[in-house]
């Protein structure tokens, strides 16, 4: 199976823009490599990048250090420093994403994190998503609006010691493995989460109001439509098949969601 690699950078990758930021977003990256292959960095080295294992397991090298990211493990490369990398003996997906500016290795440091965290937790891969899709506005205010995402990814990226995480805690992070997981099925709602968790609904909702001040039917319904309109975007799909694929078998009510929340149609979204 040949190597799967999507990427995503700011057009302008030799200077960074001119209005002042704690840092600027440069790029980012959804890998699904197969083994027997060593991968190598690009010469220009002048960035911080965040590398995110998904599932799988690959043998990453930053400077003199070398580290198995397997999924839930992170690595944090720093300016200046080249890496390696290849997958062990199956196919290793791992999400990763870089900023630059005269402040990023400080602003990087100054999270206090180690070079690998292999307690990171599930790759938050939506937001990733959500990073690489912002790269293409150059306007400031949406690279500052990119910034705030970034600091979301930075912020789950120090994970939590097993020893210090509570009860509420691990709930929600099996929560949001299964839900990353199911999300796309249409029976998949707040009832089945609780029965597979072996929770009671109440005891679910009282986890993400204290850890999102949300609750899990609306972070459901949010992964399943960021999902169709990236498909609504970037694929020639159908419009009740990418209904279907996010978890809508009713067309109508599909729209219906689309329209409320984004202001158009599926169709208009996609003129």
């Known amino acids: 199976m040949a190597d799967q690699i999507k990427l995503i950078s700011r057009m302008d990758l030799l200077n960074v823009p001119d209005y002042p930021m704690p840092v600027y977003p440069r790029g980012a990256g959804h890998y699904i490599i197969s083994p027997g292959v060593i991968h190598y960095g690009g010469e220009r080295q002048d960035f911080v990048q965040l590398f995110w294992g998904v599932s799988g397991t690959g043998l990453l090298k930053i400077a003199d250090s070398s580290c198995l990211l397997a999924p839930g493990a992170l690595a944090i490369k720093f300016s200046g420093e080249f890496h390696s990398y290849h997958a062990q003996d199956s196919l290793w997906e791992l999400r990763w994403l870089t900023f630059d500016g005269s402040s990023a290795d400080s602003f990087m440091r100054s999270f206090g994190y180690p070079l690998f965290n292999e307690r990171a937790g599930d790759c938050p891969s939506h937001l990733f998503e959500d990073y690489a899709?912002?790269?293409?506005?150059?306007?400031?205010?949406?690279?500052?609006?990119?910034?705030?995402?970034?600091?979301?990814?930075?912020?789950?990226?120090?994970?939590?010691?097993?020893?210090?995480?509570?009860?509420?805690?691990?709930?929600?992070?099996?929560?949001?493995?299964?839900?990353?997981?199911?999300?796309?099925?249409?029976?998949?709602?707040?009832?089945?989460?609780a029965e597979m968790l072996g929770v009671h609904r109440a005891t679910l909702n009282r986890a993400f109001k204290e850890g999102f001040d949300s609750n899990p039917s609306d972070y459901?319904?949010?992964?399943?439509?960021?999902?169709?309109?990236?498909?609504?975007?970037?694929?020639?799909?159908?419009?009740?098949?990418?209904?279907?694929?996010?978890?809508?078998?009713?067309?109508?009510y599909f729209c219906r969601l689309i329209k409320n929340a984004y202001g158009k149609s599926p169709k208009a979204l996609r003129a």
């Open 133 to 193: 899709k912002g790269l293409s506005d150059s306007r400031p205010y949406a690279q500052r609006a990119l910034f705030a995402v970034l600091s979301q990814i930075l912020a789950l990226a120090g994970g939590v010691p097993a020893e210090n995480e509570t009860c509420g805690g691990r709930l929600l992070r099996k929560a949001l493995s299964l839900i990353n997981t199911n999300y796309r099925e249409p029976m998949f709602n707040v009832n089945a989460l």
């Open 220 to 252: 459901i319904m949010q992964l399943r439509l960021r999902h169709a309109m990236n498909l609504l975007k970037d694929s020639n799909m159908k419009i009740s098949d990418i209904a279907a694929d996010s978890g809508f078998p009713d067309q109508t």
